[in-house]
């Protein structure tokens, strides 16, 4: 998609902190984090959300990068947050899948508000 930003980032069009990348998925920071570790983790290939028909080898693929993203972001022991926005009523801004990941202090129930 010529005019998505998660693209763009996934093309090198345009800088992003880059945390992990590789074949199928690219993770870099938020740009504005809510918490100490803000991580996305998107897959190169665009697809709008998370019920956007992405194959199973690759969903699994994009998930599975969630641990590898947080043992190198520090936070794999003490916990983290694993949150996928889908939609208007999640307040998904970006449309093009992203997981966020985030961790690096104590959270409670409702915290951090994306
Ligand atoms: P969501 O509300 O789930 O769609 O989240 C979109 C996220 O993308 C937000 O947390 C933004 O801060 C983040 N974001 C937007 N543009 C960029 C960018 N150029 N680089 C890194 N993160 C971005
Ligand atoms: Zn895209």
Redesign the pocket.
């Known amino acids: 998609m010529s005019d998505c930003?998660?693209c763009?980032?996934a093309a090198g069009e345009?800088?992003?902190?880059v945390v992990y990348e590789d074949e199928l998925v690219i993770a870099?920071?938020?740009?504005?984090?809510?918490m100490p570790v803000?991580t996305?983790i998107v897959p190169k290939e665009h697809y709008r959300d998370i019920g956007d028909g992405i194959p199973d080898a690759l969903m699994g693929h994009l998930f599975n990068t969630v641990k590898k993203v947080a043992e190198l972001k520090g936070v794999a022991s003490s916990g983290y947050r694993v949150?996928?926005?889908t939609g208007d009523d999640?307040?998904?801004?970006?449309?093009h899948v992203?997981v966020?990941v985030l961790g690096g202090a104590p959270m409670n129930s409702g915290s951090p508000a994306?």
């Open positions: 930003i998660f763009k980032i345009i800088p992003a902190t870099f920071d938020d740009v504005s984090p809510q803000h996305l949150i996928v926005n999640a307040c998904q801004t970006v449309h992203h966020h994306l």
